[in-house]
């Protein structure tokens, strides 16, 4: 089992470019399905869960060619199949099938998905959008089919602005009969990035970025394409990692519209950033002051920077409060943090951090994908060395994370 090892308090300067947005390709994948033969996607991430993508759309018979980035799909023969447990389990995002088989096939057979434990991350709502639309769910064991003799528009309100919920609703709307209508939508700029791939194939989607999303479906598809949005989150880990340990570390290719949140929160506290169209260029301060966050939906702080943000919140002079709001377990990384040297009193899903403290290298386990990537800035301003187990969970979201930081200047390796 591979571990990353890094060596603390080496100051990152120079450039590091953001890759394309996981939570964008990871819905834009499974819906290059309804393209009428080839799709061309762009600036696509090299993440464990694109090539997990790309294997469900190759048992489905989907031709996929993907170098430099770019990923060429051809749907001449693909079929209809179930996907099978071990595939789906692999990743949250195999539940984007559902949407994408069901405006296809009006069929769609595939196992639960699976995903970071992070909480119990239900799917009522996709489930319950869908048969607003006329779909039949069985589900037996883990095992889900659905069926619609006649797939329809319908106007649905979703009682939490589900990112995986609008997704799929836009997918399985895309070629429905009639017009659907999402209120209360969520307006994660990825979705607006779904959007405009399902509108380069002739789909109607008109809304997207806002609380309403109208869907007109059509018949017929043609080919498209799309380029990834920069990915925000790991913009943003580059930006804290910059914040906390950097010399006019400049983080290129990224979006600031995307990140306002925490810009603020980071100006707030005292950082001094120098903000340009696409990138951005930090340096880190001694006097940083508590902030308080509260995870929140777009374009509210985001919950997959929270984790993140702790260790920054852990450098700053004096106590910060943080709140997670969107998903019930997302503190597993508190424990590893507390091991490293910091004062953190943790209550349900506040935590108290108390700071500044001073980190010392440890063994540490990455539970999920951000909780990797919070060690990972821990380890980084750390005195010593830290060991952390579970690299898989980073590999699944940040594209080439030790290379990107080694040029920069950090001391990172992984070992086996
Ligand atoms: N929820 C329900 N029922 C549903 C759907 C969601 O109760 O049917 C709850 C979830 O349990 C959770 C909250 O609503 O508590 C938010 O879930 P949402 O559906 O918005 O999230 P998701 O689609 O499962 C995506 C990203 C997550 C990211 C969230 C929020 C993918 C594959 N995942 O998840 O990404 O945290 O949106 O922005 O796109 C990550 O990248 O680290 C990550 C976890």
Redesign the pocket.
């Known amino acids: 089992m591979s571990k990353l090892l890094i060596e603390g308090g080496h100051t990152l300067s120079g450039v590091i470019n953001v890759s394309g947005a996981?939570?964008s390709v990871?819905?834009i994948i499974p819906a290059s399905i309804l393209a009428e033969n080839n799709a061309i996607i762009e600036n696509v991430p090299n993440i464990s869960?694109t090539n997990d993508l790309i294997d469900i759309l190759k048992l489905l018979g989907v031709n996929c060619e993907f170098s430099d980035n770019i990923l060429k799909t051809d749907t001449s023969n693909i079929k209809n199949m179930l996907i099978p447990a071990e595939l789906s389990t692999k990743?949250?995002?195999s539940y984007y099938f559902m949407g994408a088989l069901l405006a296809k096939y009006h069929h769609a057979e595939l196992y639960y998905p699976g995903?970071?434990n992070?909480?119990?991350?239900?799917?009522?709502?996709?489930?319950?959008s869908f048969e607003k639309m006329g779909v039949k769910i069985t589900c037996l064991d883990d095992k889900y089919v659905l069926d619609a003799k006649h797939l329809t528009g319908a106007d649905i309100e979703l009682r939490?602005?589900?990112?995986?919920?609008?997704?799929n609703i836009m997918l399985a709307a895309s070629k429905a009969d009639g017009v659907t209508k999402i209120r209360n939508a969520?307006m994660?700029p990825?979705i607006v990035n779904v959007a405009e791939f399902l509108n380069s194939m002739g789909a109607k989607v008109v809304g997207a970025g806002t609380k309403e999303i109208i869907i007109t479906g059509v018949d017929k598809f043609t080919n498209g394409s799309v380029k990834i949005i920069p990915d925000r989150?790991e913009a943003g880990t580059y930006l804290l990692a910059g914040s906390l340990i950097g010399k006019n570390l400049t983080v290129n290719n990224l979006n600031p519209k995307h990140l306002e949140a925490l810009i603020s929160k980071l100006q707030a506290s005292g950082v001094i950033m120098d903000i340009e169209d696409n990138k951005i260029t930090v340096t880190s301060s001694k006097k940083i002051l508590p902030i308080n966050v509260k995870t929140l939906?777009?374009p509210g702080f985001?919950?997959?920077l929270g984790q993140p943000m702790q260790v920054f919140l852990a450098r700053c002079n004096g106590t910060s409060l943080f709140e997670e709001t969107?998903?019930?377990n997302r503190m597993q990384h508190i424990k590893y943090l507390q091991k490293m040297g910091a004062k953190i009193e943790l209550n349900n899903n506040i935590a108290l951090i108390k700071g500044p403290c001073h980190l010392h290298g440890a063994n540490v386990t990455a539970t999920?994908?951000?909780a990797g990537a919070t060690l990972v800035l821990a380890a980084l301003i750390a005195k010593g060395i830290t060991k952390i187990d579970g690299v898989k969970h980073i590999l699944r979201?940040y594209d080439s994370l030790p290379i990107k930081l080694q040029q920069v200047g950090a001391k990172i390796t992984i070992i086996e």
């Not at 992070?118 to 319950?128: N, S």
């Open positions: 996981k939570n990871v819905a869960d990743l949250r995002a995903g970071c992070i909480g119990a991350r239900p799917i009522d709502i996709h489930l319950k939490f602005p589900s990112v995986g919920a609008t997704i969520a994660e990825e989150i939906v777009y985001v919950t997959d969107i998903y019930e999920d994908l951000r979201g």
